[in-house]
């Protein structure tokens, strides 16, 4: 008989009872605290002898499989005719009046299955199930009640398990042709490069200890196959059940399919799907996800158990072609397809909202399939920044005003909500000459207003019914919602700041130290592997990154040679207020460079404004020198195209122009004679901003170098990351120019990576000197 397959309730009734479409155009988005508040409010009205929160489970066996199957029922009342009843409270922002007996079978499914549980264990031969409906603006009950007895209940869980059975044995099956693959797996290369054994064994010990991991890799060593690899291994032993690549890029995602793509090569069974964002994915012109609209959304429910039992005994690489041909063929839709992939799969590949933002999170990673799964976080670097993102929320005075104008006369507690809303922003910008206001406390008198709004705005939205809804309202309630998520994580890591001006009035709370929410969104996870070739300086990261006491740290050398690389600074000052001065300078060093060593270079500049500058007094001398522009909107295929442009055959000199920071500067492999140069513009400083100077004083009154926190040392990765795209394998030859004054004082010289250091500095008084030639 087969080991025990462990399941809960819900997604076990769920997956036999679900049916219909994706919600039409609003899917009802109350908080998880107004749905909790709901279920204590009833659990409040039950009596002494009444129980809540009461975990149940059942032994299944069927054919060769025995099914473990727990879950916690709401509420275990006695009545008094002492027949026990199972409660299963669900809130609903719906008129309750609409809802009726049989709308949910689902719930009436996890209800049974619960008293089923019960009655098995207890011997008891009938049972009394209860849905309780509340609604969660008003508070106001509706309950249905239903009788069965023990043999019907035994029945019918044998009815689910019979129907969720041939899902179970396929799983079942690839676990085993899974767990077999991986033990006859070996490193997918002929050899381990320097410092790739030493990361796979990091990462791997990592896994095993239950902590987590810091690893600063240099580019080119590999560092996506020396995470993931131990990571497969680590589910072949049973210490994982299922790892999330995360990244920040779709081009890196790419390189994560790749790793797992050669070692399906050699032999490795494994689920891996890649979720591609909504917009991206979707068939349809616009993003609209209603029946009436969107034939894939139609009866998507209806179709999604036999597509998903087609995809996972079919294909192990479900990358977004995959997913999008089978979703054409089964008529669903892509995304949503792709989730419910997820939660399947063996392996994730995704951006890092579907972990760490409150917002977009996978909502069905329990907690005891978080104890089974490793984060591994690649380009880690970006992470503080994005979270940073995902930890704030803002709002703006005049969706609430237009909301106000669209609803005066057809819903009046919609109007009125919206109308306290912009009233409270009106009164705000008459008490402050200023425009600009920070505050350290949470406005807790906006997030009232603001959640009374949400409440209504989800209520009209739930009533539209297969109207499509209004859409400023929908984007004004999600924001909404998004300021209270945000105003229930707000503590003395954040500040409040406004903007106010004659007719606008902004509010955002905005996270300054994201380390401490990172943490918490990764607790329950068995590991969380970050790298990156820039965790520089190593401090900075441990703290922005929220490292604990127990988590380990290693950093690997290049395995590169000096010989690979020659390094120039050239001491041209780039500050903002010298661009123009010594913009024809630049242009002669550019211009020598190209001519002295034809090839293909990349130039990196710290904002398009100064690219564009340059880039046509460049174009101005006709020196023959084929160039190509980065845009600011790219495409994916557009982006492919800059990048083909870079062919090792190319004759003469191909310069691409791009931005530091930007979809070039990582995550992109230029192997061999396909990238001669890189030219790195300035030390990557953020431009000054009123964000960056408040994560500024934040620091500086936190007793860190405020400065660096906020500009140097996020300026530098980027040059880091650029610079680092040059040298990519141990074959790799290359000229790296580091163009200003500042790479020669202290502050910066220190976060030099150590193969940089060996640089010539090219004299200032005679401007640009020739360049070595790199040895071959």
Known sequence: MSNPLQIAVRPLVEYVFRGGSIDSGFRTASTLTEG??????????????????????????????????????DG????????????????????????????????????????????????VDRMRIQLTYVQVVSGEHKRFVQEAELAELEAFAGEVIQRYAPYAQMLQQHKRDRDRSIEELDFPFETYRAGQRKLSGAVYKAIEAGVSLFAKAPTGIGKTISTTFPGVKAIGKGLLDRLFYLTAKTITRTAAEEAFTRMQGKGLKLHTVTITAKDKVCFKEETRCTKEYCEFADGYYDRINEAMLDLLSNETLMSRQVIEAYARKHRICPFEFSLDAAYAADVVICDYNYIFDPRVSLKRMFNESKKQTALLIDEAHNLVDRAREMFSSSLHKSDFLAVQREFKGVNTEVFQAAKAVNDYLISLRKQSG?????????????????QAFALHAERELAASGSRLPSPQLLDTYFACLSFGRIDKLYDERYVTYMEISKSEVSVKLFCLDPSYLLTMFGKGYRSRIYFSATLSPNAYYLDMLGAGEDDYTVSIPSPFSSKQLSVHIQPLSTRYQDRERNKAHLVKLLLKLAAENPGNYLFFFPSYEYMNSVYEAFMEERSGVRTLLQQGEMSEEEREGFLAQFDA???????????????????IDLVGNRLTGVVVIGVGLPQISLERNIIKDYFSSAGRNGYDYAYVFPGMNKVLQAGGRLIRSEHDRGVLVLVDDRYLQPQYQRLLPEEWKHYQVNERTRGVQTFLTVET
């Open 649 to 667: 055959e190319n004759q003469g000199t191909f310069a691409g122009f791009a931005v530091m920071g930007g979809i070039f500067s990582e995550g």
């Open 434 to 450: 200023d425009k600009l206001r920070i505050e350290k406390d949470s406005p807790k008198e906006l997030a009232a207003l603001v």
């Open 76 to 123: 275990l009342l006695l009545d008094e005719d002492s027949i026990m009843t199972i409660d299963e409270i669900k809130s609903t922002a719906k008129d309750i009046k609409l809802i009726t007996e049989e709308m949910y079978p689902v719930h009436w499914a996890q209800a049974k299955f619960y008293a089923y549980m019960y009655a098995k264990e207890h011997r």
């Open 36 to 73: 909790t508040k709901a279920h204590q409010n009833v659990q409040k009205e039950y009596r002494e002898q009444d129980q809540k929160e009461v975990y149940l489970s059942a032994e299944i066996p069927y054919g060769d499989l025995v099914f473990v199957v727990d879950g916690r029922c």
